[in-house]
């Protein structure tokens, strides 16, 4: 499962909520007093949360363990989820320690995500993301290959988007 969750981290980076821009909703002038009931698609929004993927992959590719964390809400329920039981890390330690062990699990700089399939929408200050995808990626020079299902949660705080959620789900033996 370190293979795919660490694969699957850096092809968040291809999750782009553009899949769904089909959805906007025009609000007259004014009437904004809250955030918005129905789920948005703002192209702003939607940079926003890219902006996001894209700090969390270079801090993974990079094994930059602070620039990865910055990326989760620090909140003691922050929760990155893999397949089975027990693959459950709750809270920034064991997120921090989860990572640790990733880090030793690939060859830098040889993942190669090839999502077919990706999705997500944003409310407020809250947005959520899915994709499936195929991942190819090497460890000590031997290539592999395998598919992901990928769901995260965001939310903005303090002006910055940061992960509440991450779960990465695989085939076993994929």
């Known amino acids: 499962m370190k293979r795919q969750l660490m694969a699957s981290s850096l092809i968040i980076l291809s999750l782009n909520l553009s899949a769904c821009q089909g959805q906007q909703s025009a ?3 004014g ?13 702003k929004v939607v940079e ?12 993974l590719n990079d094994k930059n363990i ?19 039981p027990g693959e459950r890390w709750v809270g920034a330690d064991e997120i921090r320690k989860a990572y640790t062990e ?8 040889t993942v190669e995500p090839s999502c077919d399939w990706k999705t997500g929408q944003h409310l407020g200050d809250m947005a959520w993301m899915a994709a499936t995808c195929q991942l190819k990626d090497s460890l000590k020079g031997k290539k592999r290959e395998y598919h992901l299902n990928i769901s995260a949660a965001a939310v903005k705080q303090d002006g910055k988007w940061r992960f509440t959620m991450l779960h990465m789900s695989n085939v076993a033996g994929s």
């Open 27 to 29: 609000t007259p002038v």
């Open 31 to 43: 009437q904004m007093a809250s955030a918005p009931s129905t789920p948005q698609n703002d192209p």
């Open 48 to 59: 926003e949360v890219r902006g996001l993927l894209q700090k969390h992959d270079t801090a």
């Open 66 to 84: 602070e620039s990865l964390l910055e990326t989760f809400a620090p909140a003691p329920n922050t929760v990155v989820l893999g397949t089975g």
């Open 102 to 109: 990733i880090f030793k699990d690939y060859d830098t700089g």
